[in-house]
């Protein structure tokens, strides 16, 4: 039995290309995400190319200058002038960051799921095809915003392998540590899900004509969008 591989290399450029695209759009999406919900919060916001910036100006001013003149105090755990005021500010502090941070993954998945569901709306386009219109491919650009949580398990995975010994910095970690959960749970339980979501992309919605070329421009793609625009130009281009 003969395996065919079939690799269309027309394709690949205009894949290749659409997926630095891609990574682009998802991560200031992404970054859109804690942008929204920290507005609403009333904090000012702004989006850099790979983080959201975030200050609560309202309250900042007199947490510092109660930081600054009872610090033994609040160390100690012990009473001071407005304690209460303090620790109730701080308190609905760790609660808005929770819900800014949840707002990047969330709108991620989100988008992700919205676009697997219009894929699911036009499948039957999808019948005997062996190529895809441009209509086809939007779609399912929009369903892969689900390979962040893979990419993130894969670089948090290719951490412990190499034994860099950072602490896991993305939101799916701060979250975990918020709930009081391990680290891993929700970095790995979204990954899942994202892996089947790919798999489903691939088996169901690529024609096998297309398939490898599609893979491996994923890989190219994403990978070189990532070092573009998160290491390279990202800085300069929104500082």
């Known amino acids: ?62 947490l510092d200058s109660t930081r600054s003149k009872y610090w033994a105090e609040i160390s100690a755990g012990r009473d001071f002038p407005q304690k209460v005021k303090f620790d109730r500010i701080i308190e609905t502090q760790r609660n808005n960051n929770f819900w800014i941070t949840l707002g990047g993954p969330l709108q991620t998945m989100l988008t992700g799921s919205i676009g697997l569901v219009l894929l699911f709306f036009i499948r039957k386009t999808f019948n005997n095809r062996t190529e895809l219109s441009i209509r086809q491919w939007f779609y399912i650009f929009i369903s892969l915003f689900w390979l962040r949580q893979i990419a993130n398990f894969a670089t948090w995975i290719g951490g412990n392998f190499f034994k860099l010994g ?74």
């Open 1 to 62: 039995m003969k395996l065919q591989f079939n690799f269309d290399k027309q394709l690949f450029i205009w894949l290749f290309i659409s997926f630095i695209i891609a990574t682009v759009v998802g991560t200031l999406t992404h970054e859109c995400g804690h942008y929204a919900i920290a507005r609403y919060y009333g904090y000012e916001t702004s989006i850099s190319y790979g983080h959201t910036r975030l200050k609560d100006t309202k309250n900042q001013p007199f």
């Open 166 to 239: 950072t602490l896991p910095r993305g939101d799916e970690f701060r979250l975990a540590r918020m709930l009081q959960l391990p680290e891993w749970t929700l970095i790995s339980l979204t990954a899942l899900i994202g892996a089947i979501i790919l798999t489903v992309i691939i088996f169901k919605f690529i024609p096998i004509k297309q398939r490898i070329t599609f893979i491996i421009s994923g890989l190219l793609g994403g990978i070189t969008g990532y070092i573009l625009w998160l290491i390279l130009f990202g800085k300069y281009l929104m500082p």
